[in-house]
């Protein structure tokens, strides 16, 4: 019989290895930008076309490379880094495999401009699917330039399966902050589309953190510093009160690499054990150094987990030092979240006007005329006030909690927001006020039906009613936005920033009102009519993660997101009781609603169990 084995062509081989080492622009860029940093530059620059769909380009001030290095540089297994096995456990570069040049220049055009110090003149070689197109001597200045041009042009696959642009672009600008992360010393620009993105100059660690995630993030910081035989920590965790509702701001680097670890995160979450509520994540930047020999960064090819000789050790010290800085910084004690719950405002109330105070008059009334009364107690009542003590404690009825409610109701009589919006569930109060209704572990609303008994879960019904609320003030356009005595403003990191630019007309038809959006800034005036000022930042920061986290291809609605954020951030909670009025009202308007049997998130609002189940049960 014949033999059938052959081997592959190289172009083959590389096409198969570029689908490990590239899997999406954002990868290029990683690679890209590790081999200047190994290159010993201190500027690097990053130019992105098209989220790296068109153009991914890496300027730097390296080293640069020899006529011959260039060539080769392209070959796989092709590495100036290391030289036999045993390097491997002292590796102190970014890369080692000699795969990532060879790997990128099998599925797009490359060009290599560089240049070393002492020459007069650099190298060019252009190459198209592992083929060499054109070498050539050229003027360029020293260090190396690579740009990568139509990403995937050879396997259509690949190309469509990319993501939208503000996706693909979302990754490179991950890895962008995780390699200027780890290199606060190198100075690092980044274009996209032709407008400056990023300029980070050289700087300390707190700086680079900061020009990063934007001035906000000074105040949260907290330093960690610790130094023991195995490991040296040193970086920053953030205050607990900025937890944030994403994991965008946490960062692990070992040895200045980025990367992930389930293990060492659960470290650092448990030292927040308490101080964070659920749902949150603290921030971390934190720079693990370890000896080399103790870790295998080898296990991966994308090179992001790792493998630890002692991971206990390092679990116990990182989080000793974290729940020690913590500590030190008096942080602990800020924090009250066993507040007590009959200060919040009841529920019913949230949405009602104050009542407006009357002044009424005693016509009849003649100073002059002879007193027929005095009061009991023996003391003259004051003559201007009939009635006073009863009368006067009439006014406050619906205020009886706690002074914050006093001010928002008082905000939205100064500007008379209109009460049709502002109650929500106060709408069909007549109906079925027979019903009875009761307050599971307050969780779950169970009510009576005709058949038998329907048990409600009462965050999800809240946000189904809440949800088809926003999507008419959204489609209709005509939401009521209750106007803030004091302008709002807030930070938000450039890349937040972005995304808020794109949903800024969409906030607007729900009510929110923006008086400046500028670089990473963004002043409120108006808010829409239930949302309480104290929500607002949680909304938009919840907005910011649910619109990254969502895949925006084609059934991508920027306003259903917006609806559904909203509701998510603004329902009710577990864990909350109501009143019996509370309880029929959410319990009615959930069946005002369109589509009442699911959440927004299609989850089951409720459900029911008819006498016969019972029946069934007690047989
Ligand atoms: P690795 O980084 O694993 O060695 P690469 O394929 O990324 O493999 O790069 C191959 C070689 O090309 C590197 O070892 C290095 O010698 C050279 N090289 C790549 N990029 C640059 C650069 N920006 N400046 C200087 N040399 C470079
Ligand atoms: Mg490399």
């Known amino acids: 019989m014949a033999d059938i084995i052959q081997l592959l062509p190289d172009h083959v081989a590389n096409q198969i290895a570029a689908g490990e080492v590239v899997q999406r622009p954002a990868s290029v860029v990683k690679e890209l930008l590790e081999n200047s940093i190994d290159a010993g530059s201190d500027t690097i620059k990053l130019i992105i076309k098209d989220a790296g769909k068109t153009l991914i380009q890496v300027i730097d001030n390296g080293k640069g490379m020899t006529a011959t290095d260039a060539r080769l540089s392209f070959e796989r297994h092709a590495t100036s880094k290391i030289r036999s096995a045993e390097d491997l456990f002292s590796l102190n570069t970014k890369g080692f495999r000699g795969e990532a040049l060879a790997s990128i220049a099998a599925i797009a055009h490359v060009e290599l401009k560089t240049k070393q110090e002492q020459e007069e003149l650099g190298t060019r070689i252009e190459i198209e699917g592992s083929t060499i197109k054109n070498q050539d001597v050229t003027v360029t200045p020293k260090g190396t330039s690579l740009s990568v ?82 490991l040296k920590i040193s970086g920053f965790v953030g205050k607990p009160e900025f937890a944030k509702r994403t994991k965008n701001e946490q960062f692990f680097f070992v040895n200045n690499r980025f990367i992930k670890s389930a293990y060492l995160n659960h470290a650092i979450n448990s030292a927040y054990e308490g101080l964070v509520k659920d749902g949150s994540y603290p921030s971390y930047f934190l720079n693990l150094t ?27 010290i990182l989080r000793s030092s974290v729940k020690h800085s913590l500590g030190q910084f008096n942080i602990a004690p800020v924090l009250d979240f066993d507040r007590d719950k009959n200060l919040d405002t009841p529920y019913d109330y949230k949405n009602k006007n104050a009542p407006t105070p009357t002044v009424e008059v005693d016509r009849t009334f003649n100073p002059f005329q002879e007193e027929k009364t005095t009061s009991k107690s023996g003391h003259h009542s004051s003559p201007y006030r009939k009635e006073s003590a009863t009368q006067w404690e009439s006014l406050y009825v619906g205020l009886e ?32 006020t027979s019903q009875t209704t009761y307050q599971l572990h307050n969780k779950y609303i169970i009510s009576t039906i005709k058949s038998g008994m329907m048990i409600l879960d009462q965050h999800r019904a809240h946000q189904r009613i809440l949800y088809e609320g926003f999507l008419k003030h959204l489609t209709v356009k005509e939401a009521v936005s209750q106007q803030l005595l004091f302008p709002l403003a807030l930070e938000f990191s450039q890349t937040e920033m972005e995304l ?120």
């Open 500 to 619: 808020l630019v794109q949903l800024k007309e969409d906030l607007e038809h729900t009510g929110f009102v923006f008086s400046s959006f500028d670089n990473t800034t963004i002043e409120i005036t108006g808010v829409p009519i239930n949302v309480p000022e104290s929500e607002v930042s949680i909304i938009l920061e919840q907005l910011i993660s649910d619109v990254e986290q969502e895949v925006p291809d084609s059934n991508f609605s920027a306003t259903d997101l917006l609806a559904k954020s909203m509701s998510k951030s603004l329902a009710i909670k577990t864990g909350q009781s109501l009143t019996k009025i509370e309880q029929e009202h959410l319990v009615n308007s959930l069946f005002a609603c369109k589509e009442p049997s699911v959440s927004p998130t299609n989850r089951v609002t409720f459900i029911t169990m008819s006498v016969d189940d019972f029946d069934k049960k007690f047989m």
């Open 401 to 432: 909690s706690k002074g914050t409610k006093t001010e928002r109701s008082f905000s939205e009589i100064e500007f008379e927001s209109e009460p049709e919006n502002a109650s929500l569930f106060s709408e069909d109060k007549s109906v079925e």
């Open 290 to 316: 370890v000896d080399p020999k103790t870790i295998d960064i080898n296990i991966h090819p994308t090179k992001t987990e790792i493998k630890f000789d002692d991971e206990h050790t390092l679990y116990a």
């Open 149 to 230: 041009k139509n990403l995937f042009f050879n396997i259509p696959a690949r190309r469509n399966f990319l993501k939208s642009n503000n996706v693909e672009l979302r990754h490179i600008i991950d890895e962008f902050h995780r390699v200027a992360l780890a290199h606060p010393d190198i100075v690092f620009v980044m274009y996209h589309n032709g407008s400056e993105s990023f300029n980070l100059p050289k700087s300390n660690y707190r700086q680079r953190v900061v020009n990063i995630f934007g001035g906000k993030t000074n105040e949260k910081l907290v330093p960690v510093e610790e130094e023991t035989e195995v």
